[in-house]
T-cell receptor, first 112, second 120 residues
């Protein structure tokens, strides 16, 4: 079945550092891809999404590009802040069932 | 925006007892709610899909008699872990799909903050 693999965490960065969280997927068909963020004590929130190859999702300074050739959807941010500390989940939406398949999550810790 | 509330946020119970977790959509109607389970350092695993007024659809390998799901109204779904055992200890998360509407909002999933169950 479809699956999502994320880089293991935790990722620890200093404020204003560049962030990359890798995400790769395996899927039949043409899934939509998502990044969700979970701040401490809160539910998952949709951060950004891309629905087809070469689409770039962006929000709050975060970006991710749907790369069909490398089956990847890496999350990037040019300058992280302490407030970005959270758990980030990469996910795909199966094209045939509509179900969301999640990666294992990557914890980001940003230190001042 | 749409808010999903889960209760309780954490619960500790003795082995053999049953525990009910509630998932409420506070400011919208949800025809479909999803229940996930998350083990430490692992991804969210979809357990079941519940549709208002009908039986839940369980994923392969999930015991429907163990994890009872009820979706009696458009704003409430409950997950009952029956005769809980230590291996049922986990983080349970629900999400809800906004009912009806047009445009991208109709297919947005909103997640609850999760409920941590510890079975002694």
């Amino acid at each position: 079945g479809d699956s999502v693999t994320q880089m293991e965490g935790p990722v620890t960065l200093s404020e204003e550092a560049f962030l990359t969280i890798n995400c790769t997927y395996t899927a039949t068909g043409y899934p939509s891809l998502f990044w969700y963020v979970q701040y401490p004590g809160e539910g998952l929130q949709l951060l950004l999404k891309a629905t087809k190859a070469d689409d770039k999702g962006s929000n709050k300074g975060f970006e991710a590009t749907y790369r069909k050739e490398t089956t990847s959807f890496h999350l990037e941010k040019g300058s992280v802040q302490v407030s970005d500390s959270a758990v980030y989940f990469c996910a795909l939406k199966e094209s045939n069932t509509g179900k969301l398949i999640f990666g294992q999550g990557t914890t980001l810790q940003v230190k001042p | 925006g749409a808010v999903v509330s889960q209760h309780p946020s954490w619960v500790i119970c003795k082995s053999g007892t049953s525990v009910k977790i509630e998932c409420r959509s506070l400011d919208f109607q949800a025809t479909t709610m999803f229940w996930y389970r998350q083990f430490p350092k692992q991804s969210l695993m979809l357990m079941a899909t519940s549709n208002e007024g009908s039986k839940a659809t369980y994923e392969q390998g999930v015991e429907k008699d163990k994890f009872l799901i009820n979706h009696a109204s458009l704003t409430l779904s409950t997950l009952t872990v029956t005769s809980a055992h230590p291996e049922d200890s986990s983080f349970y998360i629900c999400s809800a799909r906004v009912r009806g509407g047009s445009g991208s909002g109709a297919n947005v999933l909103t997640f609850g903050a999760g409920s941590r169950l510890t079975v002694l």
